[in-house]
């Protein structure tokens, strides 16, 4: 029964965390920036949601919406002002996202201050089956989680804009050549993975309390699936931050949460000396 | 020309580096404790920047220095505090463990390239954080580690001081002499082009994580003697910030020179203690800095400086124009050690890139002293047969003979060290070193193995009778003029001429050159093909030749194979191969 529990609660954890990761991986599979400022954006879809929610009085739904569109401009405006200057200098651009992401994180604690906030969910208590208990917020945050990770995944495949995203991951020489505006497409990369970020705060605003600094377990979460499920792969993002998601289950109730971060970026050593290339395995 | 050092600039640098060391000789006696920490923490930085710089010349950086240090304090934190070990003897383990933790961790993730070296590293700080607080028993949680007696025969502040300020002394002149030594210079050969160094014989791998353990070693050093410093840690005093404060000591300043960190570690260090800022100020502070520096100026403080400085030197505009000479010297090309070109042999050659065969069952050979052309339509697998050939690509069957060497199984440095050296399309050269310093590290790939003391610490200026070779072989392919042009700065022609001359430099028994003359224009290609035959004339050597121009390959070669589909579908002289209907075929009937 606890086993059941533990797998539970992995899932819900896993969908999180996908919507985390995906935002991660494209970002870095197509415009080859680690956007260690992913989990800012985490942290500000939260506080966003919380503000139009509890300050303002508007529906949580609405304010996640908000808290999506918001997102997404913050994500436009940091490739075009800062990223785009970084094209195919992967090291200082990592060190140039962890220092924005620092700054971002100590301006936050001077305007938000260190008092945690919280905020109500639309959808309070639990279902209790045969002893099985699952937070009803926990079943909004999965499905909302599948929702956008399917359409996301349908849009890559399937959209003309997800098939120009495609070929500039695969070779943005190339894919310029043929007429496709790279820089447009790093735009709406950056959109998307921070409109995600931003919702995946909003939806877990309610589960927890928010701090400047909650975005950065997440983040370090992300890392590790993005490594474990290959950089750059969608589908491989996905089944890691289910299985990153279960061993952090797993790893809270038998042993501590604050084991968690070591556990998996050592599982995430393990890939990398026994299967670099990751999960879904393809060289980048 | 010559390479000896201007004496008046080693004169003038001698006179400061004294009146340096006697200020800091001297400053106990005119400052009180405070600002003695506040020197004392600087120089603990300066050291941690040394030790991080070494890795960030091979374009890899460490995100967890942080957890080093926290290993080498919590070692000695440990061992004195706990089991009553004497504090001198408790450094010992503050080095050995963390160069021990980086070896097994740097084996298997600086094989991977891309960014996940980082963010494995960035694991390390999180992991070690981790475990402080969690293993209880040990490191006694939150709470940390109280009582650590300090190194005996130091008391006092003042002693602190002294004692890092011969830390930093010694360690500065280490980290100067490596800095003028052959390992630095195929660090950035790495960091350059990881291809073209491990081409010429430089091991990726293992120069690597030398490099991470080396500054692994000295981070936990450094973190053992502030534990006796402070005589107390706890995991708060080891947050990750600690790891990003070391990882901008060197981008702040500079991580291409000697005194970037110095430079940076300074700057990070004194600015925050002088302001007496807060801790969140603190942050925001250098997490700006940071940023600032990796937006206008990637070179780092220091490089700034040194473009200014070069600017007005120069007067006004950039790199000064360079004209080409017209032809090669006649000066002979110096005696190689290797007499003769070698045997190649290669049979049954497999390899396939998911369903795709780029080679199939490739056999062919090349007697010693013969050149080989390789000619084929795109696509038909001659990069391919030059990749597993020079051992960056494994290949799934079949053999590649080096005068009796079975070589298909080994790592290109290995390869080249046996006798096989290859040239790259692409990556021709090093851009940011000069063209000297390419052929020096060519000439190096010749050469015996150093030792590791020789290689860290013997000034590249007393390599005499290395720099001899070098000079001529810039002399005798008409480079002189370029000798200390930065590679990248030159025109694409004498590019491609420098990237022969880094390769013949290896002084090899089989040289492969990948299209030698693809891009170069009529007069460039007469020069490269009457170099070709001259340096074939006087070494002897075998060369296999991957090209498009027919004319070149038909004139050059005593034998052409050609290639379509991974298959050799014809070999023989070229007035065989040109007479043959299948090459016909291949190339026309499509």
Known sequence: MLLVQVVLNGLTAGAMLALMSIGLTLIFGILGVVNFVHGVIFMLG?????????????????????????????????????????????????????????????????????APRGVQTPLPGVINVAGLIVNKHRLLVVAAALLLVLGLYWFVRSSRYGRAMRAVQQDAYAARLQGIEDSRIAVLTFAIGAALAAVAGGLVAPLQLALPDMGTTPLLLAFVVIIVGGMGSISGAFWAAVLIGLVQSAVTTFWSPQAVIGVTFFIAMLMLALRPTGIAGHAH | MRTEVARAPRVRGLAIAGAVALALLAAPAALGDYHLHMLLSAFIAIMLGFGHRLLLLTGQASYGH???????????????????????????????????????????????????????????????????????????????????????????????????????????????????SRWTLELRAIGGSPDLASAIGISRQRNMVLAFVVGAAITGLLGGIFATYMAFVAPTAFSFWISVYILTFSMIGGAAYWSGPIVGATYVTLIPLLFN???????????????????????????????????????????????????????????PVHKGGARLVVSGLNHSYGGIRTANNISFEAAPGEIVGIIGPNGAGKTTLFNLLSGYVRPQGGKIVLDGTEIQTLPPHRIEQLGLTRTFQASMVFDR?????????????????????????RPRTRYERDIAKVEELIESFGLSEFAHTPAGSLPYGIRKLLGLAIGIATEPRVLCLDEPVAGLTDAEIDRMV?????????????????????????????????????????????????????????????
């Not at chain 1, 997102?71 to 060190?95: H, M, Q």
């Not at chain 2, 293993?135 to 109280?146: P, R, S, Y």
């Not at chain 2, 340096?535 to 060369?543: A, D, G, N, S, Y």
């Open chain 1, 46 to 114: 939260a506080y966003i949601t919380i503000y139009f929610t509890a300050e303002l009085g508007m529906n949580y739904f609405v304010s996640i919406m908000l808290a999506c569109v918001l997102g997404a401009i913050l994500g436009v405006v940091l490739e075009a002002a800062f990223f785009r200057r970084f094209r195919g200098k992967v090291l200082e651009g990592a060190v140039f996202a962890v220092a924005l992401a620092l700054s971002l994180e100590a301006l936050a604690f001077e305007i938000f201050g260190g």
């Open chain 2, 66 to 180: 942080g957890g080093f240090y926290a290993l080498g304090a919590y070692a000695v934190a440990i061992l004195t505090a706990t089991y009553s070990w004497n504090p001198w003897l408790a450094l010992v383990p503050a080095i050995l463990v963390p160069g021990a933790v980086a070896l097994a961790i740097g084996v298997p993730v600086l094989r991977a390239r891309g960014p996940y070296f980082f963010l494995i590293s960035f694991g390390i700080a999180v992991v070690v954080n981790s475990l402080l607080s969690n293993l209880k028993g040990l490191t006694g949680g939150n709470a940390g580690i109280m009582g650590i007696p300090r190194l005996p025969g130091l008391e006092t502040v003042t002693d602190y001081y002294f004692l890092l300020c011969a830390v930093v002394i010694v360690g500065g002149v280490a980290f100067w002499l490596i800095d003028r």
């Open chain 2, 277 to 335: 800022w807060s801790e969140h100020l603190v942050a925001l502070f250098v997490a700006i800095s940071i940023a600032v520096v990796m937006l206008l100026w990637p070179d780092g403080i220091v490089g700034q400086v040194d473009r200014l400085l070069a600017r007005t030197r120069r007067g006004h505009g950039g790199v000064p124009p360079v004209r080409l000479k017209a032809e090669t010297s006649a000066a002979k090309i110096s005696a």
């Open chain 2, 433 to 457: 070193l000069t063209v000297f310093e390419n052929i020096l590290l060519g000439v190096w790939g010749a050469g015996e193995k150093a030792t590791i003391v020789e290689k860290l610490f």
């Open chain 2, 530 to 590: 009457e170099t070709l035959r001259k340096v074939h004339r006087e070494r002897q050597l075998t060369l296999l030749i991957v090209e498009h121009r027919m004319p070149v390959i038909m004139g050059l070669c005593d034998r052409v194979v050609v290639m379509n589909f991974g298959e050799v579908v014809a070999q023989g002289t070229p007035e065989q191969v040109q007479a043959d209907p299948v090459v016909h075929e291949v190339y026309f009937a499509r």
